[in-house]
């Protein structure tokens, strides 16, 4: 059964670059679905980032799409979040998923990201 | 689109069911899901196409509706169903994934 592991820096200064990745274990990713980012604030709501499709085309929220980058390394079974430009409203637990077209649907676990100096 | 959710809270004793609310700011068709969330948990995927429960999802929970206005059911609720459950709604293209702002299930 296919398992998502987030892995990246736990705190994070303003201005600079937030970069996760996630391990994907039992699916290739270039195999087929999409790959995406969610976040959550603490204490507050879901918000979809981005995703990026077996083929390695990303498509973002258009609210975030002037600061994400989304890849893939298939040698390693991984993709990749890159934020740019953090501020403290960047501050949230990130989630990495497997989505299919109704949306995410196999979750990793999380990674808290603080964007702090 | 704008998905809002309601209410917010809502207060229910065990075995009562619970009707929870979602509307899309325009037709959305019956492209949504909804998801439950567990303290400390990731999301779980509950239910897509508005209707159709996905894989393992037990038949207390169930959903209608379509364009607009949708509604998540739970009947006889159960200890594990107090959560926060988010409705989404998904694009076909451009592909795009809105989540509401949730309603939290708590124990009257």
């Known amino acids: 059964q296919v398992q998502l592991q987030e892995s990246g820096p736990g705190l994070v200064k303003p201005s600079e670059t937030l970069s996760l990745t996630c391990t994907v274990s039992?699916?290739?990713?270039?195999?087929?679905?999409?790959w995406g980012w969610i976040r959550q604030p603490p204490g507050k709501g879901l918000e979809w980032i981005g995703s990026i499709y077996h083929t390695g085309d990303p498509y973002y929220s258009p609210s975030l799409e002037s600061r994400v980058t989304i890849s893939m390394d298939t040698s390693k079974n991984q993709f990749s979040l890159h934020l740019s430009s953090v501020t403290a409203a960047d501050t949230a637990v990130y989630y990495c998923a497997r989505d299919n077209v109704v949306g995410p649907t196999t979750w990793g676990q999380g990674i808290l990201v603080t964007v702090s100096s | 689109i704008v998905m809002t959710q309601s209410p917010a809270t809502l207060s229910v004793s065990p075995g009562e069911s619970a009707t929870l609310s979602c509307r899309a700011s325009q037709s959305i068709d019956i492209n949504l899901a909804w998801y439950q969330q567990k303290p400390g948990q990731a999301p779980r995927l509950l239910m897509y196409?508005?209707?159709t429960r996905a894989t393992g999802i037990p038949a207390r929970f169930s959903g209608s509706g379509s364009g607009t206005e949708f509604t998540l059911t739970i009947s006889s609720l159960q200890s594990e169903d107090f959560a926060v459950y988010y409705c989404q709604q998904y694009n076909n293209w451009p592909p795009l994934f809105t989540f509401g702002p949730g309603t939290k299930v708590d124990i009257k």
């Open positions: 039992g699916y290739f990713i270039s195999s087929g679905y999409s």
């Open positions: 196409g508005a209707s």
